[in-house]
């Protein structure tokens, strides 16, 4: 029974990271723009939040300079894309290259460093109800505040005028520019508004998952994320399911080894990016699906004619 609740409690935790970044690309991708950047933004954000947290105590600092250091470097991916017409994949590529090198780099110096002790945020009570207690309501507070933003997140989306405007511009740029709005200046700050999210996800990884910094601690986790969003079909909910279950896949290789099964560690290892391999296969088999819930406008620039 422990073990169970072992399983779906860490299978939330480690939904979260994912759920946080997707969510991020998300928002990009609903107003028109591929980010392939989100593996460097997390690392470097990771960094920027375990640094300040070793400096100051404090773990919502730390959140705060993730989610600043998230959204400066996608600021500047959507300065080169958006206003100056650069590839967008290509500079989101480069862009992860650059985190992972200038997170190596600045971080040697935080390999060794501790952070201060940890919070129990057990809920009174709550925490006490068998197998679900342990699993549910003993999460820290970004693993709900994760799913207010996916539920803050559909309501944006559909129900504002905000929302309205931003998926208009995923769909057609020149339709939106036409009223009146400005295209890129919505574009820049729906950018940065992922970047912060995967930000968030960067600082949260090394400040509460794991706590700790070491080089390349992401692991792959954006590029996940990335994989996430096609397959949510670009909507919030499926987006923290899929998050669950890639994270449970994640968390399974553990659970595995715990209770015996003797399968080699590297095949454990392997098993989230199976499961992204597989999951890209069979969505790739029905193409008018996706194309069907993607923005029309989705990795194509906007130059607009005045």
């Given at each position: 029974m422990e073990t169970y609740a072992l399983l779906i409690g860490s299978t939330l935790a480690a939904g979260t990271v994912l759920a946080l970044a997707a969510l991020g690309l998300l928002i990009n991708e609903r107003a028109g723009v591929v980010n392939l950047g989100a593996e460097g933004m997390m690392l470097c954000s990771a960094l920027a939040g375990y640094a300040a947290v070793v400096a100051t105590g404090q773990d919502w600092l730390g959140f705060v300079a993730g989610m600043a250091s998230g959204a400066l470097l996608a600021m500047a991916f959507g300065l080169l894309v958006i206003w100056l017409n650069a590839n967008s994949y290509a500079t989101g590529l480069a862009l992860s290259l650059f985190g992972a090198g200038f997170s190596a780099f600045i971080g040697t110096g935080y390999v060794q460093a501790i952070l201060p002790p940890r919070v129990n945020y057990a809920i009174p009570y709550l925490s006490d109800i068998p197998l679900l207690g342990s699993a549910l309501f003993k999460q820290h507070p970004l693993v709900y505040i994760a799913i207010a933003l996916v539920l803050g997140l559909m309501y944006f989306l559909y129900?504002?005028?905000?929302?309205?405007?931003?998926?208009?511009?995923?769909?057609?740029?020149?339709?939106?520019?036409?009223?009146?709005?400005?295209?890129?200046?919505?574009?820049?700050?729906?950018?940065?508004?992922?970047?912060?999210?995967?930000?968030?996800?960067?600082?949260?990884?090394?400040?509460?998952?794991?706590?700790?910094?070491?080089?390349?601690?992401?692991?792959?986790?954006?590029?996940?994320?990335?994989?996430?969003?096609?397959?949510?079909?670009?909507?919030?909910?499926?987006?923290?399911?899929?998050?669950?279950?890639?994270?449970?896949?994640?968390?399974?290789?553990?659970?595995?080894?715990?209770?015996?099964?003797?399968?080699?560690?590297?095949?454990?290892?392997?098993?989230?990016?199976?499961?992204?391999?597989?999951?890209?296969?069979?969505?790739?088999?029905?193409?008018?699906?996706?194309?069907?819930?993607?923005?029309?406008?989705?990795?194509?620039?906007?130059?607009?004619?005045?």
């Open positions: 129900k504002t005028r905000a929302g309205l405007v931003l998926r208009a511009i995923g769909e057609s740029p020149e339709s939106a520019h036409a009223l009146g709005y400005n295209v890129r200046r919505i574009r820049l700050l729906a950018v940065m508004a992922g970047g912060a999210l995967c930000g968030l996800a960067g600082a949260y990884l090394s400040v509460v998952y794991t706590p700790l910094w070491v080089e390349g601690m992401v692991a792959g986790k954006g590029w996940i994320a990335l994989a996430l969003t096609t397959f949510a079909t670009w909507r919030p909910a499926r987006v923290l399911l899929g998050a669950y279950l890639f994270g449970g896949v994640t968390m399974l290789q553990f659970h595995l080894q715990g209770v015996g099964v003797q399968v080699p560690v590297e095949v454990l290892n392997m098993l989230p990016y199976i499961a992204t391999i597989v999951v890209l296969v069979l969505i790739s088999r029905r193409p008018d699906w996706i194309r069907a819930n993607m923005p029309a406008s989705l990795g194509k620039p906007f130059h607009p004619n005045t």
